[in-house]
């Protein structure tokens, strides 16, 4: 939980268009050779530290990697029972897709990023949350009570310090059946606008917006989901859960192949545009990737993407353990890793990453 401040970075590079004459993937994904400044030997040597005979304990398990330079796979990989066509879980990864179904309904004319979310619970002006916006949504800064630990309750329960989770209790406890409805229920603890909290139940929350806004149910956003998103773009094997209420689990339950996220990171890193066509406003994917708060981590937030102060204009999904589709504007570079890293030892895949993308510097 972060009280918002300004975040200066330096200004963004341009979104690199698709190189001429390089196919879109949206049957095939062409492949290509690295570049020349690149050292084969030092990539394989990354690769084989992860997914090789006798990898670092430190990735837990290595699923899938995927690296794509200028529109081409250069280099792939695959760890045991997993390959090209194995659909692999998204955990917070999600939340970027639903940011772009968002980017997509607001195209359309049917929401409004800057109005009050339409949200029956929240109507009473007196509530502070009827002044929380699609908007406070999308950046975490609604400032709803939300905690969002990956872990069983702590503390000593009778002095009253424990702290229970709320997005553990939400997925698999008492909200799993309704999981918009649980985090709609949270208090206001903060005024809107004011402080940065990551929150899946606020993810789960922009999740409903889209569903009341389509109506018909999980059928229809399905349809909506690979009509206006996947389909163009080749995604064929999008499978999104949805809770016994009929929402789509948007904050963590999305299944794709490793190949099909790098379709999804490609289709961002070129600015919402999808071979001729503009799938997401451009406008909005410019705003996903500038940063409007810091975690207490120093991790700096854009509006459901996380975003890098690392001079290439890094910005990437991220997911429970590890799960990463990261874009990187300077290089025309995306990397997708998936994999179930324990959280002692996050650092691990996560300066592995770092030095795969400063090879392509």
């Known amino acids: 939980m972060t009280i918002l401040e300004p975040v200066p970075l330096e200004p963004l590079p341009a979104l690199p268009a698709q190189p001429a004459g390089v196919p879109w993937p949206t049957k095939d994904w062409p492949t290509g050779s690295l570049p020349g400044h690149v050292d084969p030997a030092e990539l394989e040597t990354l690769i084989e530290s992860a997914f090789g005979p006798e990898p670092d304990p430190g990735f837990g398990e290595s699923h899938a990697l995927v690296i794509v330079h200028e529109g081409r796979i250069v280099a792939e990989r695959y760890g045991a029972n997993t390959g090209p066509d194995t659909p692999l879980l998204s955990w917070s990864m999600a939340k970027s897709v639903t940011h772009s179904l968002v980017g997509i309904l607001v195209k359309d004319g049917r929401l409004d990023p800057g109005a009050v979310a339409p949200i029956d619970a929240w109507r009473d002006a ?73 929150s899946s139940g606020t993810s789960n929350i922009v999740s409903r917006i889209i569903g009341d806004e389509l109506g018909g149910g999980s059928e229809t956003l399905r ?110 570079l995306v990397v997708v890793r998936l994999g179930r890293t324990p959280q002692e030892n996050y650092d691990t895949p996560k300066v592995w990453l770092e030095t795969i993308i400063a090879l392509f510097d």
């Open 223 to 332: 349809s909506f989901v690979n009509d206006r998103l996947f389909q163009p773009i080749g995604v064929r094997t999008a499978d999104l859960t949805f809770d016994a209420a009929g929402n789509f689990v948007g904050s963590s339950y999305l299944h794709m192949t490793a190949r099909d996220w790098a379709r999804f990171g490609l289709l961002n890193l070129r600015g919402g545009e999808w071979d001729g066509e503009q799938i997401v406003p451009r406008s909005w994917v410019e705003d996903c990737r500038r940063a409007w708060a810091v975690d207490e981590d120093g991790s700096h937030y854009g509006t459901h993407w996380w975003v890098g102060d690392d001079g290439r204009g890094s910005f990437w999904c991220s997911g429970f353990e590890i799960q990463r589709v990261i874009c990187v504007p300077r290089t025309d």
């Open 126 to 198: 007196h509530d502070p949350r009827s002044r929380i916006t699609l908007q406070h949504l999308l950046r975490m800064t609604d400032g709803l009570e939300f905690n969002e630990d990956y872990s069983l309750p702590s503390g000593d329960a009778d002095s009253g310090e424990a702290r229970w989770s709320h997005c553990i209790d939400m997925l698999f406890g008492s909200g799993q059946d309704d999981v918009a409805g649980y985090a709609i229920e949270r208090p206001a603890r903060h005024e809107p606008g004011v402080v940065f909290n990551y």
